[in-house]
């Protein structure tokens, strides 16, 4: 087992640790013991995947709970059949549900959690990339419904998460670039966490660091970003930056696009929507650019796109209370913008 980074999320007296490298996993009994929310617990529901196929032992008795494959088991009904799972196993309100997954199983384990018994404790052991440096930290859970993406939630903070970064290595080669688009996006969030990790590189380029320090550095901004800001009333929002073209793109859904790259398209977007505003230059543009290259993206528009559908689809975001809102760059960095002309949009579009 390499060196472990830890890497702690500060939210008072619900502050928990992510411990985050190679053979992280192997942790996890002894974080169980150590964590105060779960030090009692007698037994653990482990919720996975059969895609996921990597084993952990939380060093008490577990029963496993193994749902589907895919996005589409991200409904209600699978968080009712674990809870009755839970309740058959006789997981009391002490013990602790274990997520072993990427950002599916931590939004149902961590959903199911954050309703059974009115809750009781989660620990998320990541096993992909989006998983590590964003879905499992932060406390976002929920389920989608048909009507839409994320409808139906809650924020339940988890105990411990674990990023295990040598299963990154068995991940397939897309999964992978799905990711890579989500870390791309914390090249342009303003941190001090950020600077912290800055300086430990050369060339001031987070992509200089490997890969359990760039988990750890996008670990150490999401927490800083959560502390901040735990209920998204705010600065918790530029967590979204390159989502809102992100989401329309995986909403029209004819792209077969994934999360990660539907983001990296967001990012280059979001960039040519802030330059038709003036907020930022073309020397901006072009960084956005060379961070998308340098992790293998492109950011380029899929062919086929329907330009109309996807305005329409801008006016639909969860964030579009005040007219159509991008988060986008400019002279103060990342900020939440209401009411973007969808004229410029349509126009940045084109410019793709
Ligand atoms: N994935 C964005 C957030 O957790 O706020």
Redesign the pocket.
């Known amino acids: 087992m390499g060196d472990i980074i830890r890497v702690d999320v500060p939210l008072g007296d619900r502050s928990y640790p992510v411990l985050v490298g190679a053979g992280a996993r192997h942790q996890l009994a002894s974080v169980l013991a150590a964590t105060p929310l779960t030090a009692r617990a007698r037994r653990a529901a482990v919720v996975t995947q059969p895609g996921i196929g990597v084993d952990v032992d939380p060093g008490i008795g577990f029963e496993t709970f193994t749902i589907p494959d895919g996005e589409q088991v991200k409904e209600l009904a699978t968080v009712g059949e674990l809870c009755s799972g839970f309740a058959r196993c006789g997981l009391t309100r002490r013990d602790v549900v274990v997520g072993v997954g990427g950002g599916v199983v931590t939004d149902v384990a961590g959903f199911a959690a954050a309703v059974y018994h009115r809750g009781i404790a989660v620990v998320h052991v990541a096993t992909t990339l989006l998983g590590q440096i ?2 499992a930290v ?1 406390g ?1 859970t929920g389920v989608n419904l048909a009507e839409g993406k994320n409808l139906v939630g809650a924020f339940w903070q988890p105990a411990a998460v674990l990023c295990d970064t040598s299963v990154l290595d068995t991940l397939p080669e897309r999964e992978l670039r799905a990711g890579l688009g989500e870390l791309a996006k914390y090249h342009f969030i303003d941190s001090p966490a950020a600077e912290r990790w800055l300086a430990m590189t050369d060339g001031g380029d987070l992509g200089a660091l490997g890969i359990d320090e760039r988990v750890a550095a996008c670990v150490d901004i999401k927490a800083e970003v959560v502390a901040s800001d735990e209920t ?1 009333s705010g600065r ?1 929002a530029l ?2 930056y390159g989502h809102t073209l992100g989401h329309a793109l995986e909403i029209a859904g004819r792209f077969d696009l994934r999360h990660g790259e539907a983001v990296a398209i967001g990012l280059r977007y979001a960039a040519v929507v802030a330059r038709l505003l003036g907020r930022i230059d073309d020397d901006r543009v072009a960084a956005h650019e060379r961070v998308l290259e340098a992790y293998g993206l492109d950011g380029a528009l899929p062919a086929g796109i329907d330009h109309d559908e996807i305005i329409e689809l801008f006016g639909r975001d969860k964030k579009a209370a005040d007219g159509i809102t991008f988060v986008l760059d400019g002279p103060r960095g990342l900020e939440v913008v209401p009411g973007v002309d969808p004229g410029v949009l349509r126009r940045a579009l084109e410019q793709m």
């Open positions: 964003d879905a932060g976002k998204e918790r967590l979204n």
